[in-house]
């Protein structure tokens, strides 16, 4: 027994140090004489392959859809490219999409969510901003924010749906600051209660039409304090497959904290549905209201349009103070990561409720292409088109 474990052990030895790929002969004599003679031809060893950049790519994104947020304190994916929008026209945009636990041993609330973006386009345009949803243990209590720093040249057609279809294009240049934060907490099942702030600078300069603005400034500011009451049984709030939402939201913007020169208030109602139809298809509904008092300033009328609502016509073409919106999607899973989507919509703006005017309705439709950069998070290409107008928009997160 002894000879035989030092016979193996000698082969172990032996055999380690011979070169791979090439027969070696060794001979192993024994203590007491007896000779092994033995031809060995080692194995080549296996030597890690260094990677192209192409590769390094591919298996970046690859693995960026794997939930690891109950392994990692943060879980986040960069990407980039070419953007286009008819506001903003062709530029070039960085983002990053991060999901996070607050407790990572509770598996039954969703995930938090932050995106971070910045994007600078050929017309001299350029913007930076963050957003997100901090979802405190259980979806007791959440944090939601936005904040943006926007540069741009604008168009200008005036206020009012007829100034917006048929006056003159104006430009101007724009300065925006805009901030909003939302903390709500639970009160009964899926039922939310919270307060607002919100806080809006904007200053446009070089008006080519200044009589557009109708002898109001061309700076503002304003802080806003409100009161949100929602009711949320959305399953995963940047991408929901299932589940109700249904918000109401009162600011009112003191006359001292800004340049105004008086208190202004804003009302905005938003309802939204997300039901499955069928394998990998989700239909998605979207209302939108928002209502301003008179005398609100420009920069802070609804403005229909841009990414969200009414996708295709140039962001502010139509302003007013009030404005009520509906799309209605349908969202389809194609192929792994890839996905589409269909949607039909309609949106006016108007001066008053008593000035609604039904014949004044634009309509909104579009097809979208998705890509999914995280887990249900998603890059989206939307095509939209509107009442003489039609547009690309690429974005991050569903527009609703």
């Known amino acids: 027994m002894l000879r035989r474990s030092a016979l193996l052990a ?13 027969a070696q002969e060794a001979e192993i004599r024994l203590h007491d004489g007896d000779t092994i003679r033995y031809t060995y031809t080692p194995l080549p060893q296996d030597t890690p392959q260094k990677k192209s950049f192409i590769r390094r790519i591919v298996d970046y994104f690859g693995e960026s859809t794997t939930d690891r947020t109950f392994e990692k304190k943060i879980d986040f994916t960069f990407a980039g490219g070419p953007s286009y929008s008819k506001t903003t026209s062709l530029g070039i945009g960085v983002l990053a999409a991060g999901l996070y636990r607050l ?9 938090s969510d932050v995106s971070l973006y910045a994007n600078v386009s050929i017309t001299g345009f350029y913007s930076v901003g963050i957003s997100g949803n901090n979802i405190f243990a259980r979806n007791r209590q959440r944090f ?9 040249p604008r168009d200008f057609w005036g206020i009012g ?26 009160i009964l099942p899926h039922t939310y209660i919270g307060g607002v ?36 049984s ?54 939108y209201a928002e209502f301003n008092s008179t005398g609100t300033p420009w920069p802070m009328l609804a403005r229909l349009g841009d990414n969200q609502r009414m996708r ?14 509906l799309q209605v999607e349908l969202r389809q899973r194609i192929w792994r990561r890839i996905g589409g989507v269909i949607w039909g919509g309609a949106g006016n703006v108007f001066p008053s409720l008593p000035e609604f005017d039904w014949g004044k ?4 439709y579009g097809i979208g292409l998705r890509w999914e950069l995280k887990k249900r998070v998603n890059v989206r290409l939307d095509y939209g088109f509107g009442k003489k107008t039609n547009s690309f928009l690429l974005n991050i997160n569903e527009a609703f």
């Open 161 to 186: 749906y007829e100034n917006g279809l048929n006056n003159e294009i104006s430009t101007y240049s724009e300065k925006r600051i805009k901030i909003d934060l939302r903390y709500l907490r639970e």
């Open 361 to 364: 309705t634009l309509p909104n």
């Open 10 to 22: 000698l082969l172990t030895l032996c055999t380690g140090a011979l070169s791979p790929g090439v």
């Open 197 to 232: 702030v919100n806080f809006d600078y904007t200053r446009g300069i070089r008006f080519s039409k200044p009589e557009y603005l109708n002898g109001e400034n061309s700076q503002y500011t304003a802080t806003g304090l409100g009161a949100i009451a929602e009711y949320d």
């Open 312 to 325: 295709g016509y140039y962001l502010g073409r139509f302003t007013d103070n009030n404005m009520i919106t």
């Open 103 to 111: 407790d990572r041993t509770d598996s039954i609330t969703s995930p």
């Open 234 to 287: 959305r399953d995963f709030i940047p991408n929901p497959f299932k589940g109700v939402y249904v918000s109401l939201r009162e600011t009112v913007f003191p006359k001292g904290l800004g340049n105004c020169d008086r208190t202004l208030w804003q009302t905005t109602f938003t309802a939204d549905a997300y039901q499955r139809v069928w394998k990998d298809c989700i239909l998605a509904a979207d209302l």
């Open 144 to 152: 939601s924010y936005s904040m943006e720093f926007i540069s741009a």
